[in-house]
């Protein structure tokens, strides 16, 4: 953690499931949500938050599906997840994006995404609305603009 005022650094609670190579991270309600990623051993699917005023860790359902290179958002509740490689080769990605429900610790699919499979498209959420774009399609760069309203 990184105090800007003081200009120094604070070493937490390490991650539990092992170093991560772009996993998606989002906040929300007081925590940071992470998952999926590439490990030294394969991509993976594990989905955890860390409780910013505890310094601790909590394990959710996994990730439907064994990816890395998603991006995130969360709105209301939900954490929106886009794009991503499903497969440890970066040579394939998808057009099936998913949301995570808090309250009853589930994943639900957002059905497929018209805009094409693509990894690296990088959501935000600005009054109930998820805008993103941009990023890859596997290997072809992406210059469209889309709005979700869930």
Not at 51 to 68: G, I, V
Request: one cysteine or more; charged letters at 10%.
């Amino acid at each position: 953690r990184y105090d800007p005022g003081a200009n120094t650094w604070t070493t937490l609670t390490t991650y539990p499931a092992g170093a991560r190579f772009v996993p998606f991270m989002t906040y929300h309600a007081g925590r940071l949500w992470i998952g999926t990623g590439r490990s030294s051993s394969g991509c993976t699917k594990e989905f955890y938050s860390y409780n910013l005023s505890t310094n601790t860790w909590t394990s959710h359902a996994s990730y439907p599906r064994t990816e890395y290179d998603n991006w995130a958002a969360a709105y209301n509740g939900k954490i929106y997840v886009t794009g991503g490689h499903p497969t440890c080769s970066g040579t394939s990605c998808t057009d099936v994006f998913h949301y995570y429900d808090i309250a009853t610790n589930t994943w639900n699919t957002m059905g497929t995404f018209p805009g094409g499979n693509r990894n690296n498209l990088q959501p935000v959420e600005l009054n109930g609305v998820l805008y993103g774009g941009l990023g890859h399609r596997c290997n072809t760069l992406i210059s469209d603009w889309w709005a979700y309203c869930p």
